[in-house]
């Protein structure tokens, strides 16, 4: 039930294109869901966030879709570029235990 | 405004050996944390200080691992001994105070360290 489920674990996108990743949820009680970047050699992160009481929110080319009835929430980059190429990890905190739980990861790569 | 500082960022020693590792958060962050993350997967919480004191360490393998907090600044994290699993990415991360301030959920990370346990 702590689990946050994340798919693909790859993607290959052209430049310009759309990169979408997938996250799926089944505990309740989380109640923020948070998307962070890690590049090879770095700490993650935080990109752009979301609570449950909205169902998009957009920065810049980073949307984060929100569907609460299905407990699923995605992550949409617009117009990707090759400097997006990273891993992208899905997350979400319990506000009973207070713990951010990580998702497994999405390994993009852009191609010019 | 400087991140979060961890040494040394690279670690190679074999099982059964002991290894510590140091975390310096930002300035003025009151809960700290230290994950593990194993190659492909993503971070998992370890143990969680608010100011000294340990919030949660229900993941720690506390028979092998340790960690302290002293004067609610600095971190350290020990392995002892060391087993070949071990080998992984160990992250810190800070935010400003999760307990009295509920919505400043931003986590900044470290570089890591990665851990090589031969």
């Known amino acids: 039930q702590q689990q946050v489920k994340q798919s693909p674990q790859s993607l290959i996108v052209q430049k310009g294109g759309i990169s979408i990743i997938n996250c799926a949820y089944e505990n309740t009680a989380f109640d923020y869901f948070p998307w962070y970047q890690q590049f090879p050699g770095k700490g993650p992160a935080l990109l752009i966030a979301i609570r449950p009481d909205v169902s998009e929110k957009k920065e810049g080319r980073f949307t984060i879709s929100f569907n609460k009835s299905a407990k699923q929430f995605s992550l949409h980059i617009m117009d990707s570029q090759p400097g997006d190429s990273a891993t992208y990890f899905c997350?979400?905190?319990?506000?009973?235990?207070?713990?951010?739980?990580f998702g497994t990861g999405t390994r993009l790569q852009v191609f010019p | 405004e400087a991140g979060v500082a961890q040494s040394p960022r690279y670690k190679i020693i074999e099982k059964r050996q002991s290894v510590a590792f140091w975390c310096n958060p930002i300035s003025g962050h009151a809960t700290l944390y230290w994950y593990q993350q194993i190659l492909g997967q993503g971070p998992k919480l370890l143990i969680q200080?608010?100011?000294?004191?340990?919030?949660?360490d229900s993941q720690l393998p506390k028979d092998r691992f340790s960690a302290e907090r002293l004067k609610g600044v600095d971190s350290t994290l020990k392995i002892q001994p060391a087993k070949l699993e071990d080998s992984a990415v160990y992250l810190c991360a800070s935010s400003l105070d999760r307990l009295t301030l509920p919505f400043t959920d931003t986590q900044y990370f470290g570089p890591g360290t990665r851990l090589t346990v031969l």
């Open positions: 997350a979400a905190t319990d506000y009973n235990t207070d713990k951010l739980i």
């Open positions: 200080f608010q100011n000294n004191g340990v919030v949660d």
